[in-house]
């Protein structure tokens, strides 16, 4: 897996103060991403012990809520296994602290993905220009979901997260709560 940079104290990309791992592989290629230079899987730097041990001291930190897994897009092939890896190894060291994931999939695509049990909230799809609203929190585009993923797997049927409260989204696309 190779990354283009790790954030501290992020406000932006999940709840709480996170650190960000931007790793490096897209095949989304949305218009107008932020982040077209993180699109290259061979691009950016190689994810090394040293850059494993960067994300462990901050997550050490009482006041870091947990890591959001961003890019480029942290299921592209050439970072599914790692990113799984080092979400299990979080998980067994930092159990209370939460994983953010960010991709441009959907979530009816990769819910199945063993890596899921390690994620608390999931930020799905594609960045959409013509339904980009700055107003979103933790998303680009109306288009866009944050899921509570462990509901979801648990209930079988999606939960969106919305901060302190949920809505339920039914099978046929309802507004439940």
């Known amino acids: 897996m190779r990354y283009h940079n790790i954030t501290k104290d992020d406000m932006l990309n ?8 931007w790793v490096a592989g897209c095949s989304h290629c949305c218009r107008d991403c ?5 699109w290259d899987p061979d691009g950016g730097l190689l994810f090394d012990e040293a850059a494993k041990q960067e994300i462990f001291e901050q997550l050490k930190m009482p006041y870091i809520s947990g890591i959001t897994f961003s890019g480029g897009d942290p299921l592209h092939a050439a970072n599914r296994l790692d990113v ?4 299990e190894e979080i998980r067994e060291r930092y159990p209370d602290k939460t994983i953010w994931l960010y991709t441009g999939d959907s979530w009816e695509n990769i819910h199945h993905y063993p890596l899921m049990k390690y994620v608390d909230v ?3 799809g594609e960045f959409m220009a ?3 609203d700055a107003r979103l929190l933790w998303k680009g585009s109306s288009n866009q979901r944050v899921i509570d993923v462990q509901k979801s797997l648990q209930r079988k049927e ?3 997260h919305c901060g ?3 809505l339920e989204v ?3 696309g309802e507004n439940k709560g």
């Open 34 to 38: 932020q982040n077209p230079v993180t």
């Open 122 to 124: 999931l930020v799905d």
């Open 84 to 87: 799984r890896h080092l979400m």
């Open 170 to 172: 039914g099978k046929d």
């Open 14 to 21: 999940g709840d709480g103060l996170r650190v960000v791992l």
């Open 158 to 160: 999606l939960v969106l």
């Open 130 to 132: 013509d339904l980009k």
């Open 164 to 166: 302190d409260y949920e």
